[in-house]
């Protein structure tokens, strides 16, 4: 599943073609992906021009200047593509700019979604009303993971992974940064001093900034706008790498937690 690395780095391929442009023509290939399309997605994006292009947890923002921001989620296996040469089956919605740029948002598994929503009460939209701080913005501190997550005794892997601790984060980044901060996933939250969190902080931006300039992990369908296959898979220190070395002299382990697997080094991780 893309994760906050691959949204952000899909918002920075589409700024270029996107961001000022006109929107000649909006075309839906079906009606639906996880949910349907908003009835009159066409009829207010038609003509509108873009404005500016963010990102938002695990979601892409691109805001008009009617007022209006489409909200895409890019769910199991979704990507843009920018400048097709032809159209594939799984390109459900096209964008046709005044310049000539074309734009389609491919999802095969179609469990991505588009939305539409008054850019000015974006805060109070339903997904995103209860998220916790952006990891990479100024909000996230040790200061505030040590207050949220005062006497929790779920493990600090799964509190990461609460987006209403911290939004965006997924099961990939998550286990890549505790490794960094050489934090036990076990470890119940509320256990962690102040000092470990700062760390724990600095971690998670660096994992997460290595991974937008690394164009993302490219598992499985994900792919950049531009057709790259993003890197950071090759840079994985525990992620996927059971039973292999680590560079303390360990082995990485895993063990399944909430659905997910968890990849950590017992030996440099406490």
Known sequence: MPELPEVETTVRGLTPVLEGARIASLELRRGDLRRPFPEDLRQRMTGA??????????????????????????????????DPGELLTHDHLLIETDAGRRLALNDPRRFGSVDLWPTVGLPAWPPFAGLGPEPLGPDLTGAYLHRVLAGRRASIKLMLLDQRIVAGLGNIYVCEALYLARIKPQRAAGRISRVRLDRLVEAIRAVLLSAIEAGGSSLRDYARPDGELGYFSKQFAVYGREGLPCSCGGVVARYAEGGRSTFWCPACQK
Do not use: E, P
């Open 49 to 82: 021009t873009v404005t500016a292009l963010s990102r938002r947890a695990k979601y892409g923002l691109i805001d008009t200047d009617r007022g209006d921001t489409m909200i895409f989620h890019l769910g199991m296996s979704g990507r843009w593509r920018v």
